[in-house]
C-alpha cells in the first residue's frame, strides 16, 4: 500500500500526498550519502551541533559528557530515513521518530537494526503523537515545515509534543532569492544534489514567521543559527548568516507552581 493510499482517509488540510509520495520513493536512498540525499548526510554535522549545544544549555548538561543525551525523551519529526534520529541515539536520548510514509519508517527500522539501534520508529504523523498526550523533553522537526501547507499549524503540533521546560528545534530554509538560486536553481536543477520538484520557493518560511509561530504555539527565548554551506571546503557550519538554511531552537515555559 502507497504512503498516499495509507493517509489519504486522514488528510486534515496539513498534508501533502505529493510531497509524503515523493520521498517514499526515494526510502531505498535514504542512507546512500552519495546519492539523492547527500546534502542531508553532509549537513548533519552542524544540524547535531546545533542540537547538542542547545540541549546541553537548555537543561545545564555537562557538554564534555560522550552521551549528553542520556536520559532524555526525544521525538524526531519527519525523520525520514532516520539520518538524524541515529545520532541522536548514540548520544544516549530515547528517541521516538514518526514519518507519515511507512516506506521511510521500514528503511530507518532496517538501518538502525544493523547499527545495533534502539529507536522507537512509527508511521505517524505529528498530529496523532499531539493527540495521544505524550510528552517529550525534546522535539526535533529538520527541513519538514516546508514541506507543509499550513505552517503555523504544524509548528503548533510540534510544541504540543514538548513538555513544560522542554525544548522544540527545527530547521528550515529562508524565503530569499538567494536561497531560491541556490536551493532550488543550483541544487535541483544545475547540479541535481536533490531531485528536481523537492522544494517549492513560495513554501519556505522565513526566520521572523518561524519566530511568530513558536510565539504563537507558547514558545519563548528563540535562538537561530545559519547553516552556512562553503563550496571550497564541501562542507557546512553553523553561522550568522540565515539567508538560506538555517535552525533555531525555542523553549516552553516550565509550568507554573500551584500555589497551595
Known amino acids: 500500500m502507497s504512503a498516499t493510499d495509507t493517509y489519504s482517509k486522514s488528510i486534515d488540510g496539513n498534508l501533502d500526498p505529493r510531497e509524503v509520495e515523493r520521498f517514499a520513493a526515494l526510502a531505498s536512498k ?81 538501518h538502525a537494526k544493523e547499527q545495533g539501534l534502539k529507536i522507537d520508529y512509527r508511521a505517524a504523523r505529528v498530529e496523532q503523537i499531539a493527540q495521544g498526550g505524550k510528552l517529550f523533553d525534546v522535539a526535533v522537526c529538520l ?61 519556505f518560511v522565513t526566520p521572523q514567521e518561524l519566530e511568530a509561530g513558536f510565539h504563537d504555539a507558547g514558545l519563548e527565548n528563540v535562538r537561530f543559527s545559519g547553516l552556512v554551506f562553503n563550496p571550497l571546503s564541501d562542507r557546512w557550519t553553523l553561522g550568522s548568516d540565515t539567508d538560506v538554511n538555517y535552525i533555531a531552537a525555542a523553549e516552553k515555559p516550565a509550568a507554573a507552581e500551584q500555589v497551595a
Open 30 to 110: 535514504w542512507w546512500d550519502k552519495s546519492g539523492k540525499f547527500r546534502p542531508l548526510h553532509q549537513i548533519g554535522a552542524a544540524r547535531l551541533s546545533f542540537i547538542r549545544e542547545a540541549v546541553t544549555g537548555h537543561f545545564l548538561i555537562d557538554g564534555r559528557k560522550v552521551r549528553v543525551l542520556t536520559g532524555l525523551s526525544i521525538l524526531d519529526i519527519g525523520c525520514g530515513g532516520g539520518l538524524i534520529s541515529e545520532p541522536l541515539a548514540r548520544l544516549g536520548g530515547l528517541v521516538t521518530a514518526i514519518d507519515p510514509a511507512e516506506e521511510n519508517i521500514e528503511v530507518a527500522r532496517f
Open 143 to 203: 527541513e519538514v515545515v516546508e514541506h507543509v501547507p499550513n505552517p503555523e499549524a504544524l509548528i503548533a503540533s510540534c510544541a504540543e509534543t514538548v513538555r513544560p521546560g522542554g525544548l522544540l528545534i527545527m530547521s528550515t530554509i529562508n524565503r530569499t532569492m538567494k536561497a531560491y538560486g541556490l536551493a532550488i536553481v543550483a541544487a535541483e536543477n544545475l547540479l541535481g544534489w536533490l531531485p528536481q520538484g523537492t522544494h517549492r520557493w513560495e513554501r
